[in-house]
């Protein structure tokens, strides 16, 4: 059974830092992409960004500069470095695999997706 499962979220203050981890089993998820999204209250849920199956990484425009994204592969685990964050990064963090290497914008290009863990960032 393919299962993701994240952690590291919790209460924050502007400024600070989080690092989510999205850990893999069932399967081994280095020829797949993976890609992370959020969802605050009352939104749509949204591309924040990706590492691709030969890791390259992309960003969505709103966390360029300040998020990193980086896998480890003997741990079947991806990464999501935040820092300098901001209260509208409050949110649940869904880590996902794409069904392909690539990294996609929209949630339908993914198949798997984790339980989702909180992130609030307080001003």
């Known amino acids: 059974q393919v299962q993701l499962v994240e952690s590291g979220g919790g209460l924050v203050q502007a400024g600070g830092s989080l690092r989510l981890s999205c850990a893999a089993s069932?399967?081994?998820?280095?020829?797949?992409?993976m890609g992370w999204f959020r969802q605050g209250p009352g939104n749509s849920r949204v591309f924040v960004g990706g590492i691709t199956s030969s890791s390259a990484t992309s960003y969505a425009d709103s966390v360029k500069g300040r998020f990193t994204i980086f896998r480890d592969i003997a741990k079947n685990t991806v990464y999501l470095q935040m820092n300098s964050l901001k209260p509208e990064g409050t949110a649940v963090y869904y880590c996902a695999t794409a069904r392909d290497g690539g990294v996609y914008l929209f949630a339908t290009a993914y198949d798997y997706w984790g339980q989702g863990t909180q992130v609030t960032v307080s001003s």
């Open positions: 069932g399967r081994t998820f280095s020829s797949s992409g």
